[in-house]
């Protein structure tokens, strides 16, 4: 297996462009995870998904970030209108079931600056 | 709120000795606690899980205690080697179906 896929590797934008970063789990995972991680705060999660359903959003920072998963292969989480704090490193995530006693594959981040 | 830390952000050793590193927490019980290990530029990597009912786990060089009561994990790396230099995170986790909770994480630096 390819492991978690993310893309792009490395986003560079203006404030106020929109960003679109995109996940492909390991297949046959049934859970997806958002990670952002900065130097300041860690990793944070940011939004979980099991079954394609969001089960736990309350780390979405405002408004401005939304998250879809469509199908069991493919997720995106989306910045509109990005600012320069937004400035970290994303990661995707995938597990078999969303509890605590499973292992999460991580894919390899989306290193995101916002000028 | 909950709060997970780990003990420094840095540790610098030499090889061949046991690199301890220390995850505590407050506010939470967790059922499950997990250490992944992470390199520069890339995501994190598990290693290990320990059940609250389980005091100790061993995976080759690696050894992980778990105390509930004291509410901190302990995380050997024995013998050590310069390739074990990297960020290491602990991440708690419980039975109702919420996320991981990660640490911050400690960078472990092995010197020859």
């Known amino acids: 297996d390819a492991g978690v896929i993310q893309s792009p590797r490395h986003e560079v934008t203006e404030m106020g462009q929109e960003v679109t970063l995109r996940c492909k789990p390991i297949s046959g995972h049934n859970s997806l995870f958002w990670y952002r991680q900065t130097m300041m705060r860690g990793l944070e999660l940011l939004i979980y998904?099991?079954?394609?359903?969001?089960?736990?959003d309350s780390g979405m920072p405002e408004d401005r970030f939304s998250a879809k998963m469509p199908n069991a292969s493919f997720s995106t989480l989306k910045i509109q209108p990005s600012e320069p704090r937004d400035s970290a490193v994303y990661f995707c995530?995938?597990?078999?079931?969303?509890?605590?006693?499973?292992?999460?594959?991580f894919g390899p981040g989306t290193r995101l600056t916002v000028l | 709120s909950q709060k997970i830390e780990q003990n420094s952000e840095a540790l610098n050793i030499q090889e061949g000795k046991t690199a301890t590193l220390t995850c505590n927490y407050t506010?939470?019980?967790?059922?499950?606690l997990q250490w992944y290990r992470q390199d520069p530029g890339r995501g994190p990597v598990f290693l290990l899980l320990?059940?609250?009912?389980?005091k100790e786990k061993r995976k080759e060089r690696l050894k992980v205690t778990f105390d509930t009561t004291l509410k901190q994990s302990l995380f050997h790396i024995t013998a050590s080697q310069p390739a074990d230099s990297a960020t290491y995170l602990c991440?708690?986790?419980?039975?109702?179906?919420?996320?991981?909770?990660f640490g911050k994480g400690t960078t472990l630096s092995v010197s020859s």
């Open positions: 991440a708690l986790g419980n039975q109702a179906g919420t996320a991981l909770i």
């Open positions: 320990i059940r609250e009912n389980e």
């Open positions: 998904f099991n079954n394609n359903v969001p089960i736990d």
């Open positions: 995530a995938s597990s078999l079931g969303g509890t605590g006693r499973r292992e999460q594959f």
């Open positions: 506010n939470y019980s967790p059922a499950y």
